[in-house]
Nanobody, 123 residues
């Protein structure tokens, strides 16, 4: 069982920045893909950013490309999502997710999920 714990959400003004963290304690040798998703009220959960274990590629939703950056610290078993130039439409609960297979943008195929962290962008 993989346990994911997100942190770093909060309230920020438009144009501001936040960094989300996803800690995955222990050895996660079975995980191949990590990703961030978000879900706004009344909307379906959507892909934000992700990468595979090899680290050769990172993937972003078009809506966040150029503003958000996904990264990882293997020594800390932690994945980050740096969010810059935040917009009100970025308001959502952000989830960290992992799966044992290859990359996918569909949240339905991810095996493990964190509890989510709220990000609110408002003046």
């Amino acid at each position: 069982q993989v346990h994911l714990v997100e942190s770093g959400g909060g309230l920020v003004q438009p144009g501001g920045s936040l960094r989300l963290s996803c800690e995955a304690p222990g050895t996660i040798f079975s995980i191949n893909t990590m990703g961030w998703f978000r879900q706004a009220p009344g909307k379906e959960r959507e892909f934000v950013a992700g990468f595979t274990k090899s680290g050769d590629y990172t993937y972003y939703a078009d809506t966040v490309k150029g503003r958000f950056t996904i990264s990882r610290d293997n020594a800390k078993n932690t994945v980050y999502l740096q969010m810059n130039s935040l917009k009100p439409e970025d308001t959502a609960v952000y989830y960290c997710a992992a799966r044992t297979s290859g990359f996918s943008r569909s949240p339905r195929v991810y095996d493990y999920w964190g509890q989510g962290t709220q990000v609110t962008v408002s003046s």
